[in-house]
């Protein structure tokens, strides 16, 4: 089956969107705690954020504030996350220091699992993150 030609030139087939309460905040914090690029936003006079992609390495992800008329508003102290976004990196211990620094909250601590050494992270809007790197030879 051939790609899917309905997408501008270099974009990914498959983008995450997420939600935040406040867009403007987590696109500063997903800059600083977990090292993404903006790539671009959609801001009004005020400077808040409408819509942005974001990036790492060659993946990309598009944040928003959510609308009620599009069903896209977050669910406030849920529980159980519905979701989490898979992220791989070059040094995960690096990052992990990096996200505690920045203040974002460690919700499984960095650690092996598997074939990658993973750590989640959930930021400033409660949105869950795995960060992972294949586990390095000669590890145990």
């Given amino acids: 089956m051939p790609a899917s030609l309905n997408r501008p030139a270099g974009a990914p ?35 808040t954020v409408w819509s942005a992609q974001l990036s790492t390495g060659d993946g990309v992800v598009l944040i928003g504030p959510g609308m009620d008329e599009f069903g896209t508003r977050p669910v406030p102290d849920t529980a159980w996350a519905c979701s989490r976004t898979f992220v791989y990196v070059d040094d995960v211990d690096a990052h992990w220091e990096r996200a ?32 992972a790197a294949p586990v390095a030879e000669g590890r145990s």
């Fill in 100 to 131: 505690r620094a920045a203040g974002a909250t460690i919700v499984t601590a960095l650690a092996d699992h598997g074939p990658n050494r993973i750590y989640i992270a959930s930021d400033c809007g409660g949105q869950q993150w795995i960060f």
């Fill in 13 to 47: 087939q498959v983008l995450p969107y997420l939600y935040y309460p406040d867009a403007t905040m987590a696109l500063a914090f997903l800059v600083d705690a977990f090292g993404f690029t903006e790539l671009e936003a959609l801001r009004d006079e005020q400077g």
